[in-house]
Every structure is written in C-alpha cells, then in structure tokens.
C-alpha cells in the first residue's frame, strides 16, 4: 500500500486531509516534503495497521496532539511484567521480574525498554510503595547497566514521549517504554485486562518466568485462539 492509499483512505473515512498527512509523517519519521515526494511509493507493512488505527482513534474524537504523544505505545507489542506466583513482590521480586522481563521480551523480538510503573514518578509521590519500586529499578540497573531501565515513573510518564520528557526529563526510558514492572500482581492484572478488553490489545499468558521449564497458563476467559497462541510461545521458550 502507498503512503496516497493510506491517505485518500483516511480522508474518505472522514478525516482533514492535513491531519492525516500529520500523522504520516510523525508515523513513518518523514519530513513533509519527502512525503509528498515520496507518495505513490510502497509504505511500511508494519505501520499501516498502526496508521489505521490511528486514523480511527482520531475520528473518534481523540485529540490530534495525544496521538501524535501515544503513537510508539499503541503500534508496538509490549511486555507486562507481575508476581504471579509471588502475589506480594519485594524489591528483589521485583528486580528479579525484570530481568526476567527483559530476557523474555527479547525472545519475541522486543527491545526491551523497561520502565518500573508507580504513581509517582521520579519522586513526585512519597511512600513505602515508591520506595520499594525505586530502589528495585536501582537495583535492576546495577545489575543489568546493558539493559535500558528507569523507574520510578506512571504510566503516561512511561508511554507518552511528551509527558514521559515533561515528568523525566532526560531518561531514554520515559515515553518509549514497552516492557513494564507493576509493582505487584493486582495492578498488573487490572492493567492487562484493561488492555486486552478495551484497547483491544491481544493477551496471552501469563507466562511464567523463572522455573527450570517452561509451563505457562491461560486466563479462563481464553479462547482457542489464545490457547493455540500460547502452545506457541511456550515451545518457543523450551
């Protein structure tokens, strides 16, 4: 598909022309001119469904500004990390999901940028609970300083490049995260759930980390497709 098709097809769903071309640009990282230069040329297969999607949260009345700050989240795979089988996480818990986190993120192809989530970030908020996640993400960086990890931080801190540079400024983390730590198994459930039935995200797990083999489960709300799905991951984690 051309970046034109993209285009006209936006634009005949509804929307203004030079918004779309907005997003095209900040999408595929073009300048103005070399998109216009470039418009019958074949775009990249992997961002169009992102563009679509895009396109769709626009006309459904999402601010152009909050789309141009939330793409990189929404067209990328991610990575939710949670003590499932240690539903109350200390700080090496903690530190340990991480690094696990990263390993397994990888496998799939995923660059792990990993952000530590709190409701506070880089200590805007005080308490036990800050503490805790602050000093994992501490940790976690001592041991792992190859990996790219920040902390603590909120979730539009971690996915949005506008509020992640206006909450942290100067982390490579904030804005572009794709792996994320919840501080325990409660948050991480409500937020991947959250994800997976209002936007629209695919889920599959959880997936367990840790043991000597890999044996993974499956929400009971699963479907065949998710059961087919996870037969996969699993074996390519064996």
Not at 78 to 85: A, M, P
Not at 136 to 144: G, I, M, Q
Not at 161 to 188: D, L, M, R, W, Y
């Amino acid at each position: 598909m051309t970046y034109r098709e993209l285009l006209t097809g936006a634009c005949q769903q509804g929307m203004e022309a030079h918004e779309a071309l907005t997003l095209l640009e900040h999408l595929f990282s073009l300048s103005r001119t070399s998109l216009l230069i470039h418009m019958d040329e074949d775009c990249d297969e992997q961002k169009i469904s992102s563009f679509e999607q895009m396109a769709a949260r626009r006309l459904a009345g999402y601010p152009l500004q909050y789309l141009l700050g939330e793409w990189e989240f929404f067209g990328l795979p991610f990575y939710v990390g949670e003590g499932v089988l240690i539903p109350r996480a200390d700080t090496e818990v903690l530190v340990e999901t991480a690094l696990e986190c990263a390993k397994t993120a990888a496998t799939f192809g995923i660059d792990p940028k990993i952000a530590f989530l709190s409701y506070s970030t880089k200590g805007s908020g005080k308490g036990d609970a800050v503490d805790k996640v602050k000093n994992a993400c501490d940790k976690a960086k001592a041991a792992a300083p190859e990996l790219a990890i920040d902390g603590e931080m909120q979730f539009d801190a971690a996915v949005s490049p506008v509020v992640g540079q206006q909450k942290f400024p100067g982390s490579k983390v904030a804005g572009h995260a794709n792996t994320f730590i919840f501080p325990e198994i409660q948050s991480g459930n409500i937020g991947y759930k959250i994800a997976q039935r209002l936007g629209g995200f695919a889920a599959y797990g959880p997936i367990l980390q840790g043991l000597n083999a890999p044996i993974n489960d499956l929400s009971r709300g699963c479907d065949a497709d998710e059961v087919y799905k996870m037969a996969i991951i699993t074996a390519a984690l064996a």
